[in-house]
């Protein structure tokens, strides 16, 4: 398993006035090369299990492997630089900076893992002749079109060449068209060996063939029809 | 490893850079404003850094004693005959009277500084000349003979005209022909300065005689300025003794209080502005908030975001630091301070035109940088820390 969560929980303020369990024991297993989408309602938990695999956080408690590392109390340092290596994350809204280039949005993650110019800009071009895009490079991202606003996310995440791709709600803000477009570049990249992971209630994502498995989350547990 | 942490921190700088151009009527606008606030301080500090050092060069041709006789707590004339009490102190080279006065002038409401002079007895008297910008110093034979300074040559819109007179107490008039003018260089000293003989001077005065204002005492070894003074007062205590760096010292302390009075309302400047980058670092707006949270999720540590964050910084304060220390330079050398004159001349109607050229030295640099870059690092910097650690969680969705 590539990502593996057995009985993991997350408690935000725990101990306080308003503290709030997001998760509760989630067990959760993950193999690499394969699409899982995590479904449910606003609210449900869904961004924070994709938080915990995404290693933005670890959990309060239980165990959560990902790629062969333990979470669990792992500083924030290490978490983050875990998470370089190993996620490329794909936004709701895509959450690209509007004012930076094409080209500087995709790079971005290259920027603290010391990678020189020269070495960026042959990395994105690659990713941008890939999604049909080279000639929007120069662009700032905020006057581009909302298909390809959506292929500069995907090219960001895929930018480190990490294993695994997390995606949250990435198809709330676009058309039937655009989303079934993005459904068939993820399973393009299933095929070329990515794991990925999307939470989504959109039902042209948990319904998509390339899925290969949809786990719901309902109240911070894994609901079991 | 040491090539990839150097290609990190390059690529952050770059980053840092952009994100300057991104927001660039913002970054402007504070540049400006903290470029102005250096421009004031800088300015201050290399005006009185020139005046005092131009005040220390000329003062050098000054008596190394000056003697002038007090009573009641005020300056009366001394007797010539007082020349002869000195005559037995060791190490007196030569006593020359002087006449000093002020002259005021009615008609442009300016005071003139009226020396009579006796060059010929002046150890140095001869070299005075390297003093003028042309024409001679008025010796003993020149009777209504003067030498001028600018500002006088102005006020009295003299232009091809070498004669002009000035009233005698008892309103007769006294007719003088400019000998020579005060070098620009000597502003300082010379701007409202009327220099003529001995006797002129107690004619234009009505002073008798046998007295003059003062009795400048020049003695052998410079060394020893400080003891002969004190031998001079014990010998007659009713005596004011000046040395020379006594007067030199009061320039400095003069001109160090207003440098200093004026540095104290700029400083109150500097930490209105200082407050507001503070409480401007504090705040952050939704779009910051966002950013940084998306830089966060894609791998950026804290430690990251704060190095960007002190990069724009550095680059704000330093271009202002640059900018703000130029304007400066400008201001003093080529606009004669025109901004801090009242301040720094006093209110004269006379003010000299100087030619001021400050020293840069390092540690004055170096100062100026500790009152402005350092503060505003640390207002800007340290509030930093709180906007870098916004969660990354919160570029997810709910």
């Known amino acids: 398993m590539l990502i593996e969560l057995s009985g993991v929980s997350k408690i935000y303020n725990q101990g306080r006035a308003n503290e709030v369990r997001a998760l509760s024991d989630i067990d959760l297993g993950v193999e690499q090369g394969s699409m899982v989408c995590l479904k449910g309602p606003s609210g449900s938990g869904k961004s924070t299990l994709l938080a915990i695999i995404g290693c933005i956080f670890p ?35 895509f959450n690209i900076l509007p004012e930076l280039t094409v080209l500087e949005n995709i790079t971005l993650p290259l920027l603290p893992l010391g990678v020189p110019p020269k070495e960026r800009r042959q990395r994105a071009q690659e990713l941008l002749a890939r999604f049909a895009i080279s000639h929007r490079a120069r662009f700032p991202a905020g006057q581009i079109s909302g298909g390809e606003l959506q292929r500069v996310a995907i090219a960001r995440a895929l930018i480190n060449n990490q294993p695994i791709i997390l995606a949250d709600e990435p198809t709330a803000h676009l058309d039937t068209a655009l989303s079934r477009e993005f459904m068939e570049i993820m399973q393009q990249l299933k095929e070329a060996g990515k794991t990925i992971v999307i939470a989504s209630h959109d039902p042209l994502v948990f319904e998509h063939p390339a899925i290969d498995r949809t786990v719901t989350i309902q109240d911070g547990r894994i609901h079991v029809p | 490893m040491a090539q990839r942490n150097l290609e990190k921190q390059l690529n952050i700088l770059d980053y840092a850079l952009s994100s300057l151009w991104r927001r660039r009527l913002k970054s402007l606008s504070v540049l400006l404003v903290f470029a102005a606030v250096i421009f004031l301080l800088a300015s201050f500090q290399m005006v009185t850094k020139a005046l005092s050092d131009k005040a220390r060069e000329v003062l050098v041709h000054t008596p190394e004693i000056t003697l002038q006789k007090m009573s009641v707590g005020r300056q009366e004339a001394i007797p010539l005959a007082y020349r002869d009490r000195l005559a037995g102190i060791f190490g007196i080279r030569r006593v020359v009277p002087r006449i000093w006065g002020y002259y005021f002038d009615e008609v442009r409401l300016a005071n003139y500084t009226v020396m009579g002079m006796a060059v010929e007895e002046m150890p140095d008297g001869a070299r005075l000349d390297t003093a003028l910008a042309s024409g001679t110093m008025p010796g003993p034979a020149g009777q209504g003979l003067v030498a001028i300074g600018q500002s006088i040559k102005k006020a009295l819109a003299l232009e091809g005209r070498t004669t002009f007179s000035l009233f005698r107490p008892d309103l007769s008039l006294k007719a003088f022909e400019v000998s020579g003018e005060f070098s620009p260089d000597t502003d300082i000293l010379t701007n409202d300065l009327v220099v003529m003989n001995l006797a ?18 020049y003695v052998a070894n410079p060394q020893e300025i400080d003891t002969i003074a004190k ?12 040395t020379r760096p006594q007067i030199q010292k009061t320039y400095q302390v003069v001109f160090g209080w207003r440098s200093g009075f004026g540095s104290i309302c700029l400083l109150t400047a500097l930490a209105a502005f200082v407050i507001l980058a503070w409480d401007k670092a504090s705040g952050l707006s939704p779009e910051e908030r966002r950013e940084i949270a998306i830089l966060k999720v894609l791998g950026w540590q804290t430690s990251d975001i704060l190095v960007v964050r002190f990069w724009e910084s550095v680059i704000v304060s330093g271009l202002a630091c640059v900018v703000g220390m130029t304007a400066a330079y400008i201001h003093v050398v080529y606009f004669a301070a025109s901004l801090f004159r009242p301040v720094l001349m006093g209110w004269s109607v006379l003010r000299p035109d100087l030619h001021l050229l400050p020293r840069l030295a390092a540690g004055d640099i170096l100062l100026t940088l500790a009152f402005t870059v350092i503060p505003y690092l640390a207002a800007t910097v340290i509030p930093a820390w709180r906007s870098a650690t916004v969660p990354a969680d919160s570029a997810l969705g709910g």
């Open chain 1, 59 to 93: 959990p309060t408690s239980g165990r959560a492997a990902i790629a062969e590392r333990q979470l669990a109390r792992l500083p924030d340092r290490f978490l983050t630089l875990h998470r370089r290596e190993t996620i490329g994350f794909i936004f709701q809204r």
């Open chain 2, 200 to 217: 002129d001077a107690r004619d234009l005065f009505a002073i008798p005689a046998g007295l003059v204002t003062d009795l400048c005492v």
């Open chain 2, 231 to 242: 031998k001079i007062s014990e010998t007659m205590p009713s005596v004011r003794v000046l």
